[in-house]
């Protein structure tokens, strides 16, 4: 890493919080690069939406170096130490709120292993706008109004969260502005001193005490044992493209397997019923798998298991279980019995630079707001990663029951919908589109529905983006599709529930149930390369090769009112 850039790089970056966005692109004005803007954004993410993602989170980044080259950083949560699955049977145990809920957070460890591989400018550059935000304030918009609003029975009780009430104890209005000086000064303490403020010192005493108190069992031992992991990245191919995403235990292998299955066919035409439930069905199937997914480090071949999925011959094969005619019971599928229960803490966050690097995040506190600890005097919100593991006998709060290869235990790393990608045209090894999303186990079918809709139908990342979307997951044995809504402007178009589509599938088998609004938050960085006129041969001799023409489109989810891309012209 160069703290010194010898020259200013264009650029963009997309998010689900356009402040957040523009804060990305100013660090590229400043000489930094896409590693860099992705490391602010995320700060900043964390500071404008830590109900969805805080630096007492963790999470995954997926990179294409400028080489062309592929990393996966892998900065989850882990389980305490001492965690077991025997503690965790306790039905009066709560694996989503509270101390027992916290998994040791991998966030400030990923983002400076990822600063220190790929950054360019100085780490406490980095976090100078979010301090700034936190010290002086942001105006509360819409979608942090609407976390107050939704979770107004339980943080208008906890005096941590009194700065986001009046005197009256409602929420601060829309127009307020919201200060976190507390955590103005955390972020200062970590941009002077490194991560080695937050994983020890008064920080982490902090952190196990809260924890602790609230009768969880983190150690300071866990907190300084704490490491990050680079893992190789998992690839498929989708007609004349390549596919990169993260193995477990993020899902990166489910989203390929699906995109596999479905590059077996020809595109039947937009929301055809044919096309939906050929979707419908390559969905299932790799739900299905994910019940084999945990922490590789703890189930044994799970590396390889993922790879043999992604075999041609292991896709063609499961790409012959769709059947044109019908869809079939859970069974067919071999799935693990889930549930769909709403899910909103996570935030993917997108960025790409002038010299052909791409990052893609995704970071998450868990549920909303998390384990719904601040911790006392940093003000930052703890994780309920906890509850991404599987406890025998009980469902955890995004509906997944039980998966034997991630029963709890210590020093492991839960499972994860997390799926940040990017995708290159395999001929030239260009990147053009790099996403990922939020919402749990919505994750993988947004993904698939976004990715399809640029590479088989020629959509732009917004139109993409602003598609209508269904889910399913094998079980509840129904899939779920959105009713057409608009939003901020920007008209989803929805499925009619007396159209003829909706017709077509019922009678193929499909239950169909109904939801307002999608509750996936993807993002979408489209990406154009366009080389010089010169011919690539031209020695130096005949003078200073034009560089290439690099074209971004970063686009948000639309039904987010806050949401935005930023793009940055050197």
């Known amino acids: 890493m160069s703290n010194a850039p010898s020259s200013v790089l264009s650029g963009a970056v997309t998010s689900e919080q356009l402040r957040a966005s523009e804060i990305g692109t100013s660090i590229l004005s400043s000489g930094g690069n896409a590693a860099d803007a992705i490391i602010a954004t995320v700060l900043a993410i964390n500071t404008l939406a830590p109900y969805h993602s805080d630096i007492g989170g963790g999470g995954f980044a997926i990179v294409r170096t400028k080489d062309g080259d592929h990393d996966v950083l892998d900065f989850r949560h882990t389980a305490p130490a001492s965690a077991t699955s025997e503690f965790y049977r306790d039905e009066h145990i709560s694996t989503s709120v509270g101390g027992a809920a916290v998994a040791v957070p991998g966030e400030l460890r990923g983002l400076e292993e990822l600063h220190h591989r790929y950054g360019r400018l100085p780490w406490a550059k980095l976090f100078e706008p979010s301090i700034k935000l936190a010290e002086n304030g942001f105006e509360v918009r819409p979608d942090l109004y609407e976390f107050l609003i939704g979770d107004y029975s339980w943080t208008s009780l906890d005096p941590a969260y009194g700065s986001l009430y009046g005197h009256d104890g409602r929420p601060i209005p829309m127009g307020s502005t919201w200060r976190r000086p507390?955590?103005?000064?955390?972020?200062?303490?970590?941009?002077?001193?490194?991560?080695?403020?937050?994983?020890?010192?008064?920080?982490?005493e902090s952190i196990v005490n809260v924890v602790q108190e609230r009768g969880g069992f983190m150690s300071l031992d866990d907190l300084k044992n704490y490491r990050v992991k680079w893992r190789k990245p998992l690839s498929t191919q989708y007609r004349q493209y390549t596919l990169w995403a993260p193995p477990a235990p993020a899902s990166g292998a489910i989203w390929l397997s699906a995109m596999g299955m479905l590059s077996r066919f020809e595109a039947e035409g937009r929301g055809s019923v044919a096309d939906?439930?050929?979707?419908?069905?390559?969905?299932?199937?790799?739900?299905?798998?994910?019940?084999?997914?945990?922490?590789?480090?703890?189930?044994?071949?799970?590396?390889?298991?993922?790879?043999?999925?992604?075999?041609?011959?292991?896709?063609?094969?499961?790409?012959r279980l769709i059947d044109d005619k019908t869809t079939h019971p859970p069974d067919y599928y071999k799935p693990a019995k889930v549930e769909i229960v709403e899910d909103h803490g996570t935030s993917n966050i997108t960025a790409a630079d002038s010299d052909g690097l791409v990052v893609s995040i995704t970071t998450t506190v868990g549920l909303g707001w998390g384990s719904r600890i601040i911790v006392p005097g940093y003000g930052f919100v703890l994780n309920d990663s906890m509850d991404d593991f599987s406890v025998e006998g009980r469902p955890n709060g995004t509906g997944y029951e039980p998966q034997v290869a991630n029963f709890v235990f210590g020093r492991k790393r839960p499972l994860s919908s997390s799926c940040p990608y990017i995708i290159e045209l395999t001929s030239t090894g260009q990147p053009i589109l790099s996403g990922g999303a939020a919402g749990g186990s919505t994750i993988i079918s947004a993904n698939t529905q976004v990715a399809r809709n640029v590479l088989d139908y020629n959509m732009t990342p917004f139109e993409a983006l602003r598609e209508r979307r269904l889910h399913n997951q094998i079980l509840p044995d129904h899939s779920i599709f959105e009713l057409p809504g608009v939003y901020s402007g920007v008209t989803v178009e929805g499925f009619e529930e007396d159209s003829e589509t909706v017709k077509g599938l019922r009678e193929k088998g499909h239950q169909i149930e109904w939801t307002k609004r999608n509750r996936s938050v993807p993002v979408a960085l489209g990406i154009q390369r366009e080389e010089p006129e010169e011919s690539s041969n031209l020695s130096s001799a005949n003078g200073p090769q034009s560089a290439p023409t690099w074209k971004w489109d970063p686009q948000a989810e639309p039904r987010r009112v806050d949401s935005g891309g930023s793009v940055f012209i050197a």
């Open 182 to 204: 507390e955590y103005a000064n955390t972020l200062r303490k970590v941009a002077e001193e490194g991560t080695g403020a937050f994983y020890g010192g008064e920080i982490a």
């Open 276 to 319: 939906l439930h050929r979707l419908t069905e390559a969905l299932r199937l790799a739900y299905g798998q994910r019940t084999a997914l945990g922490d590789p480090a703890f189930v044994p071949g799970l590396d390889e298991a993922q790879t043999s999925w992604l075999n041609p011959s292991a896709i063609d094969e499961r790409a």
